[in-house]
């Protein structure tokens, strides 16, 4: 019996939910061969995939609908489950209550101990609680917004699933304007990471992804001051966007820019002190904090004194060069440059590729589709934690992680590389 295309991807949606919602049962065990088997069971699901839908010309539009609902209900497996005890959600319930409050998350310390009466169930055991928030003034103004809706974890989840799912409307709307094929959409939709870090873990950087997915949709449409004031509202959520800022010269005016800069100083407003703009811990996060970094790790022994900066540098100088070189609205553009800065950064947690998810809808980009994928051994690490281990990842476990994203780069550029070569001779046979 031969599967067609269709039939392919219906058996691989139904493996990703089995594995999934496995997954999910066993959430509260992160790191553990319970939570890390099933979802290495969907990563490979959701890779063959991701083939399915590069190397097919177009699926019926059925395929997308019951794609998307297979999408829904895995979320909601996740959706149901309660946060880890540590994770950063936590703390985006704190940052929102004290805005409410009247304090100033950038200055007050959640572990102070004239503070310990404004802490709620959910916030007495958030991560790093000798240091101020690091999170910038637009992901503030969101925690304030949705916990003064509802003040909890759960809430906080409601709403990056509600972003995530708008990521999926807009991309439609991006396929559907550039004649693109409708089902790429899924190659967002399935990839596991929304499942374990929107829904389940809930992570802000959805929030900057959808941001950043609306510019860019903006940009083809020439709506160039929307353009402008989503990419620094993006910005504004966290800063590994800003290395996108080349991408943007001459394609929006310089009002455009001014207005973008406006709203953005407009959102630290609220959390000026003494005449300064804070930024709370962010700085000692830069400079001590350490996780799946081996690049930067490298560069650090090599050139220690500008190690820091050179994250954002390749990150600017990338952009700068794909500006150049690729189409103007290719969602390619988009990716690389981030995902070039997050390769040298000193921590690249799980949850920071959710940025490069809505641009990874081509076979260009499958080193990064891949790196999603191999990342997911690095989830041993909370479980390695609780036996009483350093908080690093094993050698072993990030030579799996980037030794695939560099095979695959390699393939990549040797299939580039023969093309032109085999194109040559069959010209010249036929001469």
Known sequence: MKFTPSSRVYVLGVILLVALTICSRNFSRTGEPSFIMPLAVAGVAYL?????????????????????????????????????????????????????????????????????GLHTAETRNLNNPHL?????????????????IHESTFALKVAFVICDFAIIFVLLDVLRRNERRAHLVLAYAWNPLLAIEVAGSGHIDIVGALLLLVSFAALGRRWRPIAAVAFGLAVAVKLLPIVLLPLYWKRVRMRDAVLAAVVVGLLYVPFVNQGRIPIGSLLMYVQGFRFNDPVFATLERVV??????????????????????????????????????????????????????????????????IW????????VVWHLRTLGRP???????????????????????LRRLTRPAASRCLLDQAG
């Open 48 to 116: 063959l995939a991701t083939r399915e839908f590069f190397s097919t010309p177009g699926f019926p539009r059925r395929v997308v609908v019951i794609g998307l609902v297979l999408a829904a209900l895995w979320h909601l497996q996740f959706l149901r489950m309660p946060s880890g005890p540590d994770d950063d959600i936590h703390r985006y319930v704190w940052d929102g209550r004290v805005q409410r409050l009247g304090y100033n998350p950038y200055i007050v310390v959640p572990s102070d101990p004239a503070v310990r």
């Open 132 to 148: 101020p928030s690091p999170y910038p003034a637009g992901a503030q103004l969101f925690f304030r917004a949705v916990t003064a």
């Open 304 to 369: 220690p004194q500008i190690a820091a900066g050179l994250p954002a540098l390749v990150g600017f100088l990338t952009a700068i060069w794909l500006r150049s070189t690729s189409p103007e609205r290719s969602p390619d553009v988009f990716a690389w440059p981030m995902a070039a800065s997050l390769l040298c950064a000193p921590t690249v947690y799980p949850w920071y590729l959710l940025w490069l998810l809505p641009f990874l809808r081509s076979a260009s980009t499958l080193p990064i589709v």
């Open 372 to 379: 999603t994928v191999s990342i997911i051994p690095t989830y």
């Open 391 to 413: 908080w690093l990842v094993p050698g072993w476990i990030m030579l799996i992680e980037y030794g695939s994203v560099a095979t695959a780069g390699v393939i990549i550029a």
